[in-house]
């Protein structure tokens, strides 16, 4: 059958994204929500800085050879995806907040107060 229409020109094409890519991302996510509470990331202080930061540690992890994370025993890059979907659902949201210290976002000065022992 080939007469059919489908009006969906200039609509998002979610088939480019990589077959089997998202999956691991998805249990990253579900292990947060578990973990700490569905959408926590959207309260974190500084989440900015803290995404930022946490993508770069699985980047690092990733980059010398550390392929699964030992907590979920998923991988570093789907640990570094989701911190970047944070970064860019609160850009997008413009879920931000000016630091109350230095008066930049995200903050520029030392005094973020946040402890690395929290977790990624």
């Not at 550390?66 to 879920?95: M, R």
Request: glycine share 6%; aromatic share 10%; net charge neutral.
């Amino acid at each position: 059958m080939t007469d059919g229409k489908k009006f969906d020109n200039g609509k998002p094409r979610f088939s480019l994204i990589p077959k089997g890519s998202l999956a691991p991302v998805i249990n990253v996510l579900e292990f947060g929500a578990r973990k700490y509470s569905e959408d926590n990331w959207r309260k974190v202080a500084n989440a900015e800085t803290r995404y930022f930061d946490a993508a770069h540690r699985h980047l690092n992890a990733w980059w010398d050879g550390q392929t699964l994370d030992p907590e979920t025993g998923e991988s570093h890059l789907a640990h570094a995806v989701s911190c970047l979907l944070f970064l860019i659902a609160l850009e997008k949201n413009s879920i931000r907040a000016m630091c109350s210290t230095c008066g930049f976002h995200p903050c520029q000065c030392a005094t973020a107060s946040y402890s690395t022992e929290e977790g990624r």
